[in-house]
């Protein structure tokens, strides 16, 4: 893993070193496939299986990674910022690629888009990396597309908010000395009550898997989400285990799962491998009024 991750920086320095500020600086500005001039496939239609109801004030949710999903994302975070103002995204990613130095990954750094930057949060990015005893990781962000992806998004549709980005191992099998961590962490910062902040789970469900493999995977996935069980939690197929740990921790007897769409890879576009599916949940959870 070290290799990898070496090899990477290599190539990030060659191609850093030729941009204005020279690779110190670029390190902690982030670019992303907006800032890079990247344009998202065209896919197929998905309709919407539910809205959130009239007064719903979502307090987290998951939304996939994948570009691929662009216009699911966009039709994600248009209700979101419909339903509500948020200030600061707690995003929670999968670290990819084995690039983390440590469990638990953050930064300082601000992310570049064709709209304008998008910051971190440093009080509570500090705050948060402090709890978990871990210094800052600028160089996994670089590459992390579970935080990249979104930020695009982020500026779009909440322009004046931050984030703070935390990435760790997600996929399975489960670390579950991580995932107890993570809630007991993420509880000190983060409540379903705050006001101004939002739990952004970034996560892809069933990977690698053919049609009918997927559809059993998915099932299992829905059940977590539709029947908020904490006990379900190990029946979500993702490559976010850990959060799937700390949304479980966070149902209520009045939380509610608001599934605006369940869809996969294959279904959006002709050029996905039958036998290679990736699958997406676009959700939002929210507290039903007395």
Sequence with gaps: MKFIRI?????????ACGKSGGPEDSKKIFETWSSDGDRPPKTRFIPKEASLPAGAKPWGGTVSHHLLTDALIN???TELADARKIKTFYILSPSHWGLSLYDFSLTQGSW?????????????????????NVPFDDEVFVYEHGVSTLIP???????????VAVAYHGEPPVNMNLAVK????IKKVFSAKDEDSFLLISSDFSHKSDIEKTAEKDAKSRYFLTSLKPSAWTLAICDNRPAMYLLSKLFTEKTRCTIQRGTDAYKLSDETDSKDITSYFFTY??????
Aim: hydrophobic content about 40%; glycine content about 4%.
């Design 7 to 15: 090899l990477f920086l290599i190539c990030f320095c060659l191609t």
């Design 75 to 77: 039709d994600w975070f």
């Design 112 to 132: 570049n888009t064709e709209d304008g930057l998008v910051h971190s949060d440093k009080e509570r990015s500090e705050k948060l990396a402090g709890l978990f």
């Design 153 to 163: 998004y982020i500026k779009k549709y909440f322009p004046e908010a931050k984030v």
């Design 182 to 185: 993570l809630y007991d962490t």
């Design 285 to 290: 959870f929210w507290e039903k009024e007395d």
